[in-house]
């Protein structure tokens, strides 16, 4: 098919929905990026706590994951999405006036929770309206303004977390994120249904069971991503830390600058080259690179080799996640589309979340170098895993 005969990717509900997904991801990189140091200098917590702040956000996106699907196929994308937006901004609010750790613990989950319902709908709203012949590039694309989020965000937060007063300044930055990726998503549910503001349904058939609340078949490609996470999921949370026992803060800073500036490039390409030769292709060296990457960051003693790092996993676990979406969606099939998508990301999201809390405790143990170079053996499972689970159920839907 010549480009001028390939359907239109670049609409304007795909335009703002890519957009508030940029929005979404901001908020969360912005404070996973700095919520640790915020527990230890702010609650004197410890390691392990720390890393459990962390990673409660994301457990509950998986929450938020898990009751999704349900809530798509029930009350429509744009009712799920106003519900989700709302109390998206209002736990950023809440930030401002938390003053007990216990406290803290319970805002990031339902934080975590609202994230989680948000991101299903935007990214199942957008999986479905892009061409299937351009499935994978359209993913990659959407993926890249949420990898522009992984990479500013950090930085910024880690920025303005440096000034005087720093966390005020964290937590408004992300509230005013909150408040335009919601803005930006109704938006574009306005053109995808029209006005009147109707809520729309995405039901496709009965389901019954498991299927109300997963969908199985983006389970096996989901836990292949998700070991990936888990490493990912520790370098968010304790790379602030590891700088600065080692002297590369402001490597730490321009770290995640670095991994989004490479997630631009490959992801959009990834998509294309999923789209034109296959799951295969992508996927194996993807899983190599990305344990190679986590032995580069643990090994590193200079800004060059952090830095290193950071576009490894850029190239790696940078376009694993949009990869893994298409081939998701692939498997399930477009009506199932945001039930794939809340399925896929409730397993990567669980393993992300866990991840801080088990090897935070690692860490107080072996210290940051260890931990993080034997977290690449996570890379070798999701290798077996896809070479002897999720390749097999994937080639049956080809």
Known sequence: MSENTKPKLWTLPFTLLTSAGFGITSVMYLLTATIAGYALTEFSADHTQAGILAGLFVLGACLG?????????????RTTAAFAFSSYLVCSLLYFVVRWISVLYVLRTLHGIGYGLAASAVAGAVMRAVPASRRGEGSGW?????????????????????????????????SAFSVIAGLLSLLAWDYLTGRPRKPTS?????????????????????????????????????LAEFARENELQNAAAWFFVVYAAVVLITRPVGGVLQDRLGDDRIFLPILVAAGLG???????????????????????????????????????GSLRAGMAVSSYYLVVDAVNGLAPAIFGGFISIFGYRTTFVSSAALAVVALGLY?????RIGKEFN
């Open 387 to 391: 070479t002897m689970w999720a390749r």
């Open 142 to 174: 959407f993926s890249t303004g949420t990898s522009l989020g992984s990479g500013i965000a950090p930085f910024l937060g880690l920025t303005l977390a440096a000034l005087p007063g720093g966390y005020f300044w964290v937590f408004s930055a992300a």
């Open 202 to 238: 995405i039901k496709s058939e009965p389901t019954i069971g498991l299927a109300k609340w997963v969908e199985p078949r983006a389970l096996p490609i989901g836990t292949v991503v998700a070991c990936l996470a888990a490493c990912w999921g520790v370098v968010m949370a304790f």
């Open 294 to 332: 986590m032995v580069v960051i643990g090994v590193a003693h200079t800004p060059l080799v952090l830095l290193a790092g950071a576009a490894i996993m850029g190239a790696s676990y940078g376009t694993a996640l949009p990869v893994g979406q298409a081939s998701a969606v692939r498997i399930a």
């Open 65 to 77: 994951r898990l009751t999704a699907g349900w809530a798509l196929e029930s009350f429509g994308e």
